[in-house]
């Protein structure tokens, strides 16, 4: 892949942080470049956009944890076009869950819907194959640590046990009989 087309998204701090970020149990960094890879070859065989394809890919599922399956598709178009991609980039974006969310309007949408498909299921198979040689566990517990979204899922998973150990605790010994 000719990466010239996002060499300036490459290097945006929105885009390097996803390193950070997991989906798919793998760097969402790894499964936005599988997708972009995959939209840099299917465009010009769908008669879509190369470049406005590949730009799609590299930011489609940014922020995503901020949407469900159905919605995070317009969260990353609204990221795309804050970031100053013209509007052919965050259409293409908006429909990449089909059919899970709306149906694509452009050729460069199809081109994301489907190269957005095969990367995930690369994304399985590779996390699959790390497991034999320890890898995609090793990455996996790296990334719960680095992500927020985890980060903030441990934090909240130890405070409900702290509250559930205190009623327990109050219900044992009854609020009256504490000091
Ligand atoms: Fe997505
Ligand atoms: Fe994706």
């Known amino acids: 892949m000719d990466s010239n087309h996002i060499a300036d998204l ?8 996803t390193r950070e970020h997991m989906h798919h149990s793998v760097p969402k960094h790894d499964h936005m470049m599988r997708v972009a890879r995959y939209s840099y070859y299917l465009a010009p065989i769908l008669g879509a956009d190369r470049r406005t394809a590949t730009r799609a890919a590299i930011l489609h599922d940014i922020d995503s ?16 076009a804050e970031l100053g991609e013209p509007e052919m980039v965050s259409r293409a974006i908006v429909s990449h869950m089909y059919p899970l969310g709306p149906r694509p309007t452009t050729r460069e949408g199809w081109v994301l819907a489907v190269a957005d498909k ?3 299921f690369t994304d ?6 790390g497991l034999f ?4 566990l090793k ?14 899922r441990v934090t909240r998973r130890r405070r409900r046990r702290l ?16 000091p």
């Open 139 to 152: 990455v996996r517990r790296q990334l719960c640590v680095t992500d927020p979204f985890y980060v903030a």
């Open 118 to 120: 095969i990367a995930s």
């Open 65 to 80: 944890r901020l949407g469900t399956l159905r919605t995070h598709g317009a969260i990353a178009a609204q990221v795309a």
């Open 10 to 17: 490459l290097s945006h701090p929105r885009v390097i942080e």
């Open 124 to 129: 399985l198979t590779s996390f699959v194959g």
């Open 133 to 136: 040689t320890g890898r995609s």
């Open 163 to 178: 509250i559930g150990r205190l009623w327990k605790t109050i219900g044992r010994e009854g609020l009256s009989e504490r």
